[in-house]
């Protein structure tokens, strides 16, 4: 090995190792925040405890808001995800496969929405979800979220079924398999990939979604996990260490989801790169 390729070796490995120290240190931090006491984490914010406090995460995990939290941002972001896919699905196969007048128009109109921010449409949202009976309703959350998630989903699905090559259609039909038997049958098992990336990413945007729980879910019976950090952080406001605990374990589900779920994240995004 040259002293070039050993120098642009260690460029890149002190690259990837200064970008995760952005990562992994506040997430430490916010460990080892949650195992002081308040008064530890003023005096002495950066080291070790003096105190372990292991009973801050556990007023946490023996709180029943706290996992009923969970539950809600479960039920929410699978039936999100769920809604946000098969729909997709079913226009990014008419986009993909199907051509008809005005495809590239109507294609550019969903695309279009990655332009404009939920926040944008606060006002027209609150006063059509509160028309059709949806405030402080699980639905009313659910339905924006995929309406919202419908654009970058669509693109990704289309981009990887017009990968598909029309000689796989074409044999399938003369097999006897209808369009939507070609769909089910053939499509949707060989864009698992692609399929499994535009889920992790619905599910972890909706997990994380604060602005929309918070203005349409008013019980607390259905608060979700962001919104109860916040109602939680004003329960405890002084009480800061007790306020990172249930940070860092309102984190944990999504970091785990994620962990197991990168693979295939990548692995989806990897199929339809090299695929286009």
Not at 13 to 25: D, Q, Y
Not at 176 to 182: E, I, L, M, P
Not at 199 to 226: C, G, Q, R, Y
Request: with cysteine; net charge positive.
């Amino acid at each position: 090995m040259t002293r070039q390729a050993i120098a642009r070796s260690i460029s890149r490995h002190t690259l990837v190792w200064v970008l995760g120290s952005f990562i992994v240190v506040p997430l430490l931090y916010a460990v080892l925040a949650g195992l002081k006491t308040t008064g530890a984490l003023t005096t002495n914010p950066i080291g070790l405890p003096d105190e372990w406090m292991f009973s801050n995460y556990g007023t946490v995990l023996s709180s029943g808001a706290f996992w009923q939290q969970v539950g809600n941002s479960v039920m929410i972001a699978v039936l999100t995800t769920a809604i946000t896919v098969a729909v997709s699905a079913l226009a990014a196969f008419a986009f993909a496969r199907y051509a008809f007048r005005g495809r590239e128009v109507f294609f550019t109109a969903f695309a279009a929405g990655l332009m404009f921010p939920p926040a944008v449409a606060v006002l027209p949202l609150f006063v059509l979800l509160r028309q059709f009976g949806l405030l402080n309703n699980p639905l009313g959350v659910i339905l924006p979220q995929a309406a919202f998630a419908l654009p970058i989903t669509i693109i990704i699905l289309r981009s990887f079924f017009r990968t598909i090559p029309a000689e796989l259609e074409e044999a399938a039909i003369m097999d006897g398999c209808t369009r939507f038997g070609f769909f089910w049958r053939i499509l949707l098992p060989m864009a698992r990939p692609a399929i499994g990336t535009v889920s992790v990413l619905a599910i972890v945007t909706s997990w994380n979604n604060f602005f929309l729980p918070l203005l349409v879910l008013a019980d607390e019976k259905w608060h979700t996990i962001p919104v109860g950090i916040q109602q939680f952080q004003g329960q405890y406001s002084t009480d800061y260490a007790m306020v990172m605990a249930y940070i860092v374990l309102a984190m944990i589900p999504a970091l785990l989801f994620y962990a197991v779920a990168e693979r295939q994240l990548i692995g989806g995004l990897t199929a339809g790169a090299t695929k286009g």
